[in-house]
């Protein structure tokens, strides 16, 4: 079996700041994408920020140069650095990796639970 749990959500000021982890173990092959999801309520899952495997990233336009993905490839771990937070970054945050077990044959998405970040004053 493989677990993804995140960590760091909470409650914080528009322009204050929030870092969100995520450990992925279990029967654990390979990593190739890992990356950070959020739903707004009544909102369709959206793409936050996703990182490689060699490092390349990707972020939503709105999240550009306020927030930061990074990647620690030897402990199965991802972390999303949040600055100048605002309103409208209120969701819940989920951790995804695309990865295959030691038996598998293909690539498959896996997913956290779910961390609330809500950005209030």
């Known amino acids: 079996q493989v677990h993804l749990v995140e960590s760091g959500g909470g409650l914080v000021q528009p322009g204050g700041s929030l870092r969100l982890s995520c450990s992925a173990s279990?029967?654990?092959?390979?990593?190739?994408?890992m990356g950070w999801y959020r739903q707004a309520p009544g909102q369709q899952r959206e793409l936050v920020a996703s990182i490689s495997r060699g490092g390349s990233t990707n972020y939503l336009d709105s999240v550009r140069g306020r927030f930061t993905i990074s990647r620690d490839n030897a402990k199965n771990t991802v972390s999303l650095q949040m600055n100048t937070l605002k309103p409208e970054d209120t969701a819940v945050y989920y951790c995804?990796?695309?990865?295959?077990?030691?038996?598998?044959?293909?690539?498959?998405?896996?997913w956290g639970q779910g961390t609330q970040v809500t950005v209030s004053s």
């Open positions: 279990g029967s654990i092959f390979s990593i190739n994408v």
């Open positions: 995804n990796a695309e990865l295959t077990t030691r038996f598998g044959s293909s690539w498959i998405n896996y």
